[in-house]
T-cell receptor, first 115, second 113 residues
Framework: DPKIIQKPKYLVAVTGSEKILICEQY?????MYWYRQSAKKPLEFMFS???????DNQTASSRFQPQSSKKNHLDLQITALKPDDSATYFC??????????????FGPGTRLLVL | GEQVEQLPSILRVQEGSSASINCTYE??????FPWYKQEPGENPKLIID?????ERKQTQGLIVLLDKKAKRFSLHITDTQPGDSAMYFC????????????FGAGTRLAVCP
């Protein structure tokens, strides 16, 4: 059974629209992250959350908004979509033990194509 | 912040030989260095990691070396097999950055029979 679920697996959107990428983890972790991978850039950190609290935001645009309704959920809302947003978005999670970097496990990803 | 450079970008080796991938980082406060393997259409999977209190770590045909003075770390795959063909990414995390991983650009490894 997959321990990190990302929905949908594939997503096609129109420029200017808004989409929500879903992530749920069943590893019992208390920290969750979003990364983006595109042909132009390697894996790129976007956000980190711990106990549903934002810890770090490396996205320059406010069009990207994480939403955490439960400890094991971290969704990503993207508004005013642009073709440049086309990428695979990976959710990851780790057991944050305080003071140590912990192994991050990646979900299967959502492939977003913006036309 | 942190910047990670990874070389080579493409690596072709003969089956049974060794493959080496090198990464350098800039921030001396980086203290965690994981390596991920990614197959086409799949998610990155952790294969080995090393922390700054170690210089060498080995597991199942993988060796990681860390040279903090040179700010360099490397992955060595011994006795490569066709199943080792994939993209490999190194990453670094700065102490106090709350686990933010900065990735290298990746190495595409092809193991030829």
């Amino acid at each position: 059974d997959p321990k990190i679920i990302q929905k949908p697996k594939y997503l096609v959107a129109v420029t200017g629209s808004e989409k929500i990428l879903i992530c749920e983890q069943y590893l019992g972790h208390n920290a969750m992250y979003w990364y983006r991978q595109s042909a132009k850039k390697p894996l790129e950190f976007m956000f980190s959350y711990s106990y549903q609290k934002l810890m770090d935001n490396q996205t320059a645009s406010s069009r990207f908004q994480p939403q955490s309704s439960k400890k094991n959920h971290l969704d990503l809302q993207i508004t005013a979509l642009k073709p440049d947003d086309s990428a695979t978005y990976f959710c990851a999670s780790s057991q944050e033990t305080g003071g140590f970097q912990d192994t991050q496990y990646f979900g299967p990803g959502t492939r977003l194509l913006v036309l | 912040g942190e910047q990670v450079e990874q070389l080579p970008s493409i690596l072709r080796v003969q089956e049974g030989s060794s493959a080496s991938i090198n990464c350098t980082y800039e921030n001396s406060a980086s203290n965690y260095f994981p390596w991920y393997k990614q197959e086409p259409g799949e998610n990155p999977k952790l294969i080995i990691d090393i922390r700054s209190n170690m210089e060498r770590k080995q597991t199942q045909g993988l060796i990681v070396l860390l040279d903090k003075k040179a700010k360099r770390f490397s992955l060595h795959i011994t006795d490569t097999q066709p199943g080792d063909s994939a993209m490999y990414f190194c990453a670094a995390s700065v102490s106090g950055s709350f686990n933010k991983l900065t990735f290298g650009a990746g190495t595409r490894l092809a193991v030829c029979p």
